[in-house]
C-alpha cells in the first residue's frame, strides 16, 4: 500500500520499487544546445555511462537515446536554446530507459559582461572514499545543498578537507596569475566537467600555459583573473569574491577564451556527433 | 517536456519539479508495528523533524502523520507486523504531506538463534562536514551503495576515515567484552538509531556496564561477543565477521537483552504514543 | 666507543646516554627579561611541568630553576635584556638538572613601528595524534624545519591539515575584523604561547571584543589588522602577507594594546613571582 | 652563558650552536656487523644522505665515514657483532663529521625461535606533510615515545592515520595469508627499512608471492604468519598480538626466510661494498 499527496492507493504490484523511485540512486547528466543542436553529447553520453556503471545500474545505446533527446528537443519547437536535464534510476535502469526534463535555457549576457559574485562555502568537500568523484550521482548530495545555501551568491566555492580549492556548487573554477592558467586537478575532488574538458581544449589550442595543480586559497584570492564553466553559461568572468577581493573581470585571458568559444566549440565536429 | 519510459508527455505545468522528485533531496524513515502497533513513532518523527529541519523540508504535524500511518497499517489488513518507510522531499514538502510505502515485514527467528554473518567493508564512511550525521537522507547515499555491493552478507560493518568501528550499512552495532557492552558514539558518525537507543534504555534498567566511546577493530574483533541493532528485527546476534573471527552468538549477555526486549519495550508507554 | 668531531675516544662509563643527549627526546622553553627581572617564569615552568611530564622527564623544582636562572642573568652583566633558552632532556632528567642558554636580546623597535612581512607555509602542520600540541618538545621538529625553509620572511604562518589559520612557526597570530579580535584556538593545533595569553588578559581587562575560533584563510586575508605574539618582542604588527595582501600596521587596535603591553605587565604581580 | 648540569659556564664563544646540540635537529642510522663486517652501509649512506639533504645537513663523503667506522669497530675489539648509530646534527654539519656510538650487540636466538609478543598503539602516525617519511630524523619523534610507552611488548605496531597497518617503532612488518606475503607500501607512511629491502630482495630472489599495499587491521589479525624485520634481529617472528591473536611462529614462510637470511646476504657483494 502507497500514500502519496493524495491518498491511500491499492497497488496491485506493490513493492519497494516505488521507493527506489524516489531515494536518491540514481545518476544524471545536465546538457544544453547550442543553435538548437545538443552539445558534446558523447561526452555527457560517456561520463553518464561511467557513473551509471559504477552504480550498478543500465542505461540505453548511445544511438538510442540521441535520438530521444533530439525528437524531445524538435518537439520543444523552442526559438531558444534549451536546457536538458537526464536521469537513470533503479527504476528506469529496469526498463532500459531514463527520465528527461526539457526547458528554455536563459541566456546571460549582462552576467558575462560584468562578472558574478562568489562566496566560499565554510563546508568543506566531503571525502568520500566510497564514491569516486567522477561519479555524479545524486546519492553525493552535498552540492545541491550548498547551492540552496548560498544562492544569494552567483555560486559557492568549496574547498576540500585539506582547504585546496576545488570546484562551484555547479562550476568549474580557473584562474590566471601572471598569464598563467590554472584550474584544481580531477584528483583534488572534483567532478570532470564536460566544459571544463573543452574549454582546456581551447586553451591547448591556443597553446596558453597552462597548469593542472592543487590551489591554495590564498593563491585564488590573488589571482589576476578568474572564471567560471559550466554547461549552461560556457565561461563566465568573476568580478568579486566576497568579502573584499575583486578581479578584472573579464580580464584579457578571459576575455579571449569568451570571444573564441562559440567558433571552437561549432566548429570542432567531435562535440556533435 | 518530460520523456519517462514510455513517451514524451507536453506538460501543462512544466517545472524542474519533476527532477525534484528524483534528485534525492529528501529525507526518509523506516517504522515497524509490533503487534500491529507503530513502535517508537514520536522517536522517529523527532528525528525526522531534525532531519527535515536541516535540509529546509517541511514536514506534517505529529497528529496528522500519526493518525494517516495508523489508518494505512489498519487497511493492510495484515495477519503479520508491517515495515512502513516514509519520505519527504521538496514535492511533498510543498503539498505539507509525505509518501509512505508499507510491506509486510519478514521475521527472522532462525538468524536470531543461530546469529549472522558480516563482512567489514574496505570502503571508509565519508567524512561529512557539510550534512552532519544524524541527518537521514538520501544525500548521503553511500550507505544504499554498500548494502547493495556487500549483499552477500547480513550486514557489512563501515569504518569511519580514521578506521575506528561506526556502525552496519542498515544496523547499529554492540559488541560485551568481559561484561562491558560497548557501541561508538554519535560523534563516531553514526546515525543515531532508534533501536539503538531503545536499547540503550533496556541496558541501563538493567544497570548493566556500558561504554560509548570509539572502538578499534581489533576491540571488536576479540570481543566475547557481538551485535546488531536495527528497526526490523531488534536485537540480532552475529556469529562470524569474515574471514575468520566467531563469537558466541547468542552470547549471555545479547541472550537476556533479547529476551526482555518485547517485555521491555511494550510496558513502556513512551514507544507508544 | 663514542666518536666526535674529534676522534674515537674511550669510555668508561659507555652507553646509549650519549645518543639521549642528541636524539631530540627533549622539552625546552624560551623566556626572555624585563628590565632584567625575568618574565612570566611561572607560566612557563607550569608548561615545561605539563610536556615534562607526558614525556617522562623531571624537572628540577621550580625554586631551584628560578633561583639559578636569576642567577644566571645576574651573572650575564648585561647592559640589555636577555633571552633564555632552557632545555630537559633523559640525561638532564636524570640528574634533575637542566641546560639553559643565555644571550643577549635584540629589540627590533623599527620592525614594531612598521610592521612585519610574512609567508603562509604551503605545509601543512602535522596532525599528531601522538604528541598534543601543547607540549613543547623537539620530538615534534617541523616549526624548526619550517623556520629555516622560510627565514627571508618575519615568519611563516602554518595552516593544519584543514586549510585552517594556527600559528607561526615562532609565534601566534591575531587578527582584528571590524573592530573585533580573534585568534585560532588550543583546538586547532597550536602550542598555547605565554605571550598569547598574556596578550588575551591584556584585551579583556580593556573589555574588547574577542573570539577564539577556527579562522579559514580568506578571513585572514581580508582583516583590517593583524599582529602576532612571541616572547622576544610581545606584540608585533603585520603589515604584508605575501604576495599582495596588505594591512594596517600597527592598525589602531594594535598600537592599543602595544602602547599598554608594557604597562600591563609589570604592573601585574603574578608575572613576576 | 651556559648551564650545564654542574655549573654556570663562561664560554668564550657563546652561540646558539649548543642549543643546536640538543634540540634534535639531525638525521640518525642504525648499522650493524655481520661476522664483523659492517652490513649494507651503502644503503644505509644513502638514506643518510637523502635525509641530510632534506634537512640541509652536510655529511661527510662515503669513503671517509666507511673508513672511519670500520676503523672504529676493530678499535672496539669485541667478541660479538656490534650496533652502531651514527647521527648528523647542525653541530656537526658544519666541521663534515658525525656522532657515532658502537656498542656490542645482544642476540636474541631464543626469541627467534618462539616468537615475539606486539600490542597496537593507540596512537595513530601523525599525518606528516612537513617532513616526508623516508626522512630518518629526531625531528619525527613520535615513535621514539611509542617505544617507551609500550615497552612491555617486544614492539607496537603503528596504524596510520586512516588505520591502516604501517609499522613498528622500531621495525617493518610483514605478514603471510594463504602463502602470500604482504607488506605495506612507503606511501602508507612508513621508513623505507634497509633489512626490509634485503628481505624482499631475498623474497624475489625466491619468486615468492610477494605484495606491497595497504593492510587493514583485520587483515593483519587474520593472517597466517607475521613476521618483523630490522637491522638489529633481521627476521623475527611474531607470535601473538595482545589480546588474543596468535599466529604460527615462525610459519613455514617465516622459517624458510630465515633459514636463508645469512647465506643471502654474505653472497651479495652488494651489502659489503
Known amino acids: 500500500m502507497f500514500y502519496n499527496t493524495e491518498n491511500w492507493i ?10 527506489d523511485l524516489f531515494n536518491g540512486y540514481s545518476t544524471y547528466e545536465t546538457l544544453r544546445t547550442y543553435n538548437k543542436n545538443l552539445f558534446a553529447f558523447s561526452l555527457h553520453y560517456e561520463r553518464l555511462r561511467k557513473s551509471a556503471m559504477f552504480l550498478g545500474l543500465d542505461i540505453p545505446k548511445y544511438e538510442i537515446m ?20 537526464i536521469l537513470i534510476n533503479k527504476y528506469t535502469s529496469k526498463k532500459k530507459s531514463f527520465y528527461a526534463f526539457i526547458e528554455p535555457l536563459i541566456e546571460i549576457e549582462e552576467l558575462k559582461e560584468s562578472g558574478v559574485v562568489l562566496t566560499i562555502s565554510r563546508e568543506r568537500k ?4 566510497v564514491i569516486p ?14 547551492r540552496q545555501k548560498y544562492n544569494a551568491y552567483y555560486d559557492a566555492i568549496i574547498l576540500n578537507e585539506y582547504g585546496y580549492v576545488t570546484e562551484g556548487t555547479k562550476s568549474n573554477i580557473f584562474m590566471v596569475t601572471a598569464g598563467v592558467i590554472t584550474t584544481p586537478p580531477i584528483s583534488s575532488g572534483i567532478l570532470p566537467g564536460v566544459t571544463r574538458k573543452v574549454v582546456i581544449d581551447l586553451i591547448e ?7 593542472e595543480r592543487n590551489i591554495e ?4 584570492l590573488s589571482a589576476d583573473e578568474i572564471f567560471l564553466t559550466h554547461t549552461s553559461v ?7 569574491i566576497v568579502p573584499n577581493f575583486t578581479f578584472n573581470a573579464p580580464g584579457i585571458t578571459t576575455e579571449t577564451l569568451m570571444n573564441y568559444w562559440k567558433d571552437f566549440i ?5 562535440y556533435w556527433e
Open 126 to 129: 566531503p571525502k568520500n572514499p
Open 10 to 19: 491499492e497497488k496491485n504490484e506493490y513493492k519497494n520499487n516505488d521507493f
Open 205 to 211: 589550442s591556443f597553446n596558453m600555459d597552462f597548469e
Open 266 to 270: 561549432i566548429n570542432k565536429n567531435e
Open 217 to 220: 586559497v590564498w593563491e585564488l
Open 133 to 146: 568523484y567522477y561519479v555524479k550521482t545524486t546519492l553525493n548530495g552535498y552540492s545541491m545543498y550548498l
Open 234 to 240: 560556457g565561461i563566465i568572468p568573476v568580478r568579486r
Open 66 to 85: 540521441n535520438e530521444i533527446l533530439n525528437e524531445g528537443i524538435k518537439n520543444q519547437n523552442c526559438k531558444e536554446d534549451v536546457r536538458i536535464k
